[in-house]
């Protein structure tokens, strides 16, 4: 085959650090479009991103050649330092160290796409930390609950 050809979609979870909500109403749009910036300079698309004032998610479409650890690492740092010079966060700004990364089919992009668009509304039941132990269990990922928070 003369040719590569991938469709590698993600859905990104990762929270402010220590889960304090530091994301205000007034400016997470631009932070999800500058996060959108991030993913296009590595060749990325954004699809989707959502959250509420302590965790973001995030629907992308990465080319072969980009590894999702190394994305993450690229959006977290550049995003957390835009923040901080901004000035837009009470506080020093920071995400947490870790991230969840789930693979998502074609078929379910819709679906993922709509949950993360509903996230306002779904957090209205759950918290974060509840969501992000169903998203591990709903897509078989092992974790010890003991370290699951550092």
């Known amino acids: 085959m003369a040719h590569t050809f991938t469709n590698l979609l993600y ?18 749009s ?26 973001v998610h995030l629907l992308l479409k990465l080319p ?3 590894a ?3 994305m993450l690492r690229l959006i977290k740092a550049n995003s957390s330092k835009w923040v901080n010079e901004s ?3 009470p506080g020093a700004f920071a995400w947490q160290t870790g991230y969840g990364a789930f693979s998502v089919s074609e ?21 974060f930390q509840e969501e992000f132990v169903a998203l591990l269990q709903r897509h078989g990922v092992v974790f010890d609950p003991r370290y699951l928070w550092d």
């Open 30 to 55: 631009e932070l999800y479009a500058y996060l959108g910036g991030i993913v296009r300079n590595e060749r990325g698309i954004l699809l989707q991103a959502g959250g509420t004032a302590d965790h």
């Open 107 to 127: 078929s379910q992009a819709p679906a993922v796409d709509r949950y993360i668009q509903n996230q306002v509304d779904h957090h209205r039941g759950q918290s």
């Open 87 to 89: 000035g837009m966060s």
């Open 64 to 66: 072969a050649s980009v």
């Open 11 to 28: 859905h990104i979870v990762f929270s402010t650090k220590e889960r304090e909500p530091l994301i205000r109403d007034t400016w997470k």
């Open 68 to 70: 999702v650890a190394d």
